[in-house]
Every structure is written in structure tokens, then in C-alpha cells.
Nanobody, 115 residues
Framework: QVQLVESGGDLVQAGGSLRLSCAASKSILSLFYMRWYRQAAGNQRELVARIESNGATYYVDSVKGRFTISKDIANNTMYLQMNNLKPDDTAVYYC?????????WGQGTQVTVSS
């Protein structure tokens, strides 16, 4: 099992920026892929961005050009840089990974964007 711990969520005004972190308990080189999801109140959890083992990235259309997913192999950490935040970005953000142990999820971090 891989333990994931998110941090960096906060209350921010529209147009502001935040960087979320997801620290993994094992080397991220051993992970097949890592992803960021978010879940707004009353909504289903949605995929926001993913990064593959080869570094390839994917973003949902609503965050393209504003969010950047990256990983730091030395520190076993994945990041989500979020710029030009909008009230619609308000949600609990979760990181997840897939490995030989299966899927693992973090506990979530709250991002609130005020208008």
C-alpha cells in the first residue's frame, strides 16, 4: 500500500494561486501514474489532471492553461500548481496513484475560491 498525504489547500480570492502537494510514502518511480481529482459539494469526483510514469500529462478542459501538474522524484512528491483560480475551482482536491499495490488515495485538501 502507498500512503499519500495532500497539503496546500486554502481560502484564496478569485484570480489567485495555490500549489497543492501530494507526498508519497514510496518512491514515485515505482508508481504507474499519479492523478489529481476534485469533488465539489453535491458533485461527483472528477479527474483534474494526471501525470504518467514517462512524464506525459493530461488536463480536463476547464483547467487547461491554468493548472500544471508535476512531480519531484527526489522528494517523492507530486504537485498541482493552480493559477488564475475561479470560484468554480472550489472543491476538496484528492491525489491518487496506481502501483503494484493497486489504487491509493489521499485524505483530501480543501480549496475555496471566493469571488
Amino acid at each position: 500500500q502507498v500512503q499519500l498525504v495532500e497539503s496546500g489547500g486554502d481560502l484564496v480570492q478569485a484570480g489567485g494561486s495555490l500549489r497543492l502537494s501530494c507526498a508519497a510514502s514510496k518512491s514515485i518511480l515505482s508508481l504507474f501514474y499519479m492523478r489529481w481529482y476534485r469533488q465539489a459539494a453535491g458533485n461527483q469526483r472528477e479527474l483534474v489532471a494526471r501525470i504518467e510514469s514517462n512524464g506525459a500529462t493530461y488536463y480536463v478542459d476547464s483547467v487547461k492553461g491554468r493548472f500544471t501538474i508535476s512531480k519531484d522524484i527526489a522528494n517523492n512528491t507530486m504537485y498541482l500548481q493552480m493559477n488564475n483560480l475561479k470560484p468554480d475551482d472550489t472543491a476538496v482536491y484528492y491525489c491518487m496513484c496506481n502501483s503494484a499495490y493497486g489504487d491509493s488515495w489521499g485524505q483530501g485538501t480543501q480549496v475555496t475560491v471566493s469571488s
